[in-house]
């Protein structure tokens, strides 16, 4: 396939496992030199190995979005490393327990929000700061297709998350289309991920059935499926997009 990030310099945030492990790999096998930032040292460190042993660059840090102070870590350990930052894939987020909205409990939905919504905005802010003195920059957040509409019932925080990491991408686009630096979004539905199994009761066949029904597609979609996605938004390729949030979904939200 041609090599859509050809030594570009990207951080990937939830890198240790699901849709942004997969698209970790799956830039680096477009070229990229990857910063894997998550909180699960061993497993971000198996991310590392795998894109290593498939021919890859990539090194790790162990990262907090919802610390400042680590994804600054994380953006300057890209630098020191690297040399540089170019791209960046905002993917970190968590799930709540699934419950009415007049059930969710404050310290689920604070959570959620500062994992999902802050953590998104730290990580823009400081890649952002570093693109706007170092020749712009491409950064794609990791919405949902929750983020475009109601959800699909008891992840209230969760959709109000996701709703919200499109509308940090809006502003921030408008914001510096002139300075060099285009902001997107992707939006995946039912992708086959742990995560989703959190939905499907572990992956049990019936309800994994039920949930294939639902997707004009009829199937999961797999993770490398969103990453080659992010891999064309955050490409040369893909120089006249900006502000845009891309379902990656199966048609779920036609």
Excluded at 129 to 146: F, R
Excluded at 197 to 226: C, F, I, Q
């Amino acid at each position: 396939m041609p090599a859509l990030l050809e030594n570009k310099i990207v951080l990937v945030t939830g890198a240790s496992s699901g849709i942004g492990r997969e698209t970790a790999k799956v830039m680096a096998a477009h070229g990229a030199k990857i910063v894997a930032a998550a909180r699960r040292e061993s497993e971000l460190a198996e991310t590392v190995e795998q894109i290593k042993s498939a021919g890859g660059t990539a090194t790790h840090v162990v990262t907090d979005v919802s610390v400042a102070s680590q994804v600054e870590r994380a953006v300057q350990h890209a630098v020191s490393t690297f040399g540089g930052l170019n791209a960046a894939f905002n993917n970190a987020g968590i799930l709540e327990p699934s419950s009415h909205l007049h059930e969710v409990k404050d310290n689920d939905f604070d959570s959620i929000i500062n994992v999902n919504l802050k953590g998104t905005f730290m990580s823009m802010k400081y890649e952002i700061a570093h693109m706007l003195e170092n020749g712009g920059g491409a950064i794609v957040n990791d919405s949902s297709y929750m983020g475009l509409r109601g959800g699909t019932g008891r992840q209230s925080a969760y959709t109000a998350s996701k709703h919200g990491v499109i509308g940090l991408m809006q502003a921030a686009a408008r914001d510096y289309a002139r300075k060099g630096i285009r902001v997107n979004a992707i939006c995946p539905g039912v992708i086959d991920t742990t995560m989703m199994h959190g939905l499907d009761r572990g992956g049990d066949p019936e309800t994994r059935a039920k949930m294939e029904s639902w997707v004009p597609m009829n199937r999961y979609g797999a993770p490398e499926e969103v990453g080659q996605v992010v891999a064309f938004l955050c490409s040369d390729a893909a120089s006249y997009i900006t502000g845009q949030a891309i379902p990656v979904d199966g048609g779920v939200t036609t």
